[in-house]
Nanobody, 125 residues
Framework: VQLQASGGGLVQAGGSLRLSCVVS????????VAWFRQAPGKRREGVSC?????????YAEHVKGRFTISRDKANDTTVYLQMDDLKPEDTAVYYC??????????????????WGQGTQVTVSS
């Protein structure tokens, strides 16, 4: 499948953004979908993950309570990442990817699934 991430932008600290990950060429119904981010000079890290069929979710500790991952209830082709109370340290390029390990690999910042291109999120102080 092919994934397309969008929704990034420039926002002030405390603001919100909603990222979208749209798939084409298949369905996300039987997979897990994850969001990753990579800031300049830093290692890529897993941010959040959802197992689509079970609706089970995982969040990195430093985004818990601020970020919410969800799926489009009408179809299995879109996953969202609602980001609230954004902080300057959330500035990064955000990527979505499928995770064949059902989120286990996401926790280590890796995935052997299909990746979308990144979308830049910049949070000003």
């Amino acid at each position: 499948v092919q994934l397309q991430a969008s929704g990034g932008g420039l926002v002030q600290a405390g603001g919100s953004l909603r990222l979208s990950c749209v798939v084409s060429g298949g369905s996300l119904r039987y997979v897990a979908v994850a969001w990753f981010r990579q800031a300049p000079g830093k290692r890529r890290e897993g941010v959040s993950c959802i197992i689509m069929l079970a609706k089970t979710t995982w969040y990195a500790e430093h985004v818990k309570g601020r970020f919410t991952i969800s799926r489009d209830k009408a179809n299995d082709t879109t996953v969202y990442l609602q980001m609230d109370d954004l902080k300057p340290e959330d500035t990064a390029v955000y990527y979505c990817a499928t995770d064949p390990s059902l989120c286990a690999a996401t926790m280590t910042g890796e995935s052997r699934g299909d990746w979308g291109q990144g979308t830049q999120v910049t949070v000003s102080s």
